[in-house]
């Protein structure tokens, strides 16, 4: 596919025009701009944006607000949260709602445009160590909502795999670690997001951990 078609959301006008400038000189369509989270889905639905990226919290309609109204309404659409520290727990939030992940505002350069690029392509964006450190924070804290879904539907070969991705692995990883091919991975990872409902990787770490398949110890 082509470059990503960018939305940018954020309540601070300066994070805006620099996310934008950056994106652009790499290449990267940015089709537009929206300072809170109504204007963010009134845009989406003007624009068609491939790739959201989302301030968390914004005055008014926040950002995961935002991301369940446009979700529901363009389920193709990725979203990537922004945020000023990883220990958030609104990003923990956005993820169970359906985000392909989060980038910290102080990103670099060169990352906020692979980043982009990545989810662009259906991938979700987790660095393994963030992103476990964040849900086992907040995962079954009663203060975020959880990926409720029920297990009983996969085999025991497909919850040792949710198991693994709820752990960090990537396909890779997981097809060493099973002895498996990397295509029998994608298989089952695809078989499992499809008996769930799960868009991607990001939720699929968020079950693993509301469910209890992974623990903070394990």
């Known amino acids: 596919m082509g470059e990503p078609r960018v939305l940018i959301v954020d309540d ?30 009134e845009a989406e ?4 944006p491939d ?17 369940k109204r446009i979700l529901a309404r363009a389920p193709a659409c990725r979203i ?11 990003v ?9 992940g989060f980038l910290l505002k102080d990103v670099t350069a060169d990352h906020l445009a692979a980043a982009v690029r990545l ?12 992103t476990r450190r964040l849900v086992q924070r907040f995962a079954g804290a009663g203060e975020t909502p959880a990926v409720h879904r029920d297990l009983t539907a996969l ?3 497909e919850l040792e795999v949710l198991t693994l991705l709820g752990r960090g692995l990537s396909n890779t990883e997981l097809a060493a670690a099973l002895t498996l091919s990397e295509a029998t ?19 699929a770490v968020v079950l693993a951990y509301e469910t209890g398949l992974v623990t903070p110890s394990g």
């Open 12 to 41: 601070q006008e300066l994070i805006r025009t620099g996310f934008r400038l950056i994106l652009t000189a790499r290449g990267v369509d940015v089709v537009g701009e929206a300072g809170d989270g109504a204007a963010a889905v």
């Open 45 to 48: 639905r003007r624009l068609r």
């Open 51 to 67: 790739v959201i990226l989302m301030d968390v919290r914004m005055p008014g309609v926040d950002g995961i607000e935002a991301t």
């Open 80 to 90: 990537l949260m922004l945020t000023t520290f990883d220990l958030d727990r609104y």
């Open 92 to 100: 923990y939030a956005a993820l169970a709602a359906g985000a392909s």
């Open 119 to 130: 989810v662009g392509t259906g991938d979700a964006l987790l660095a393994p160590s963030i």
């Open 155 to 157: 085999t025991p070969r």
């Open 185 to 203: 991975v994608k298989t089952h990872v695809a078989r499992i997001f499809s008996k769930l409902d799960l868009r991607d990787r990001a939720q």
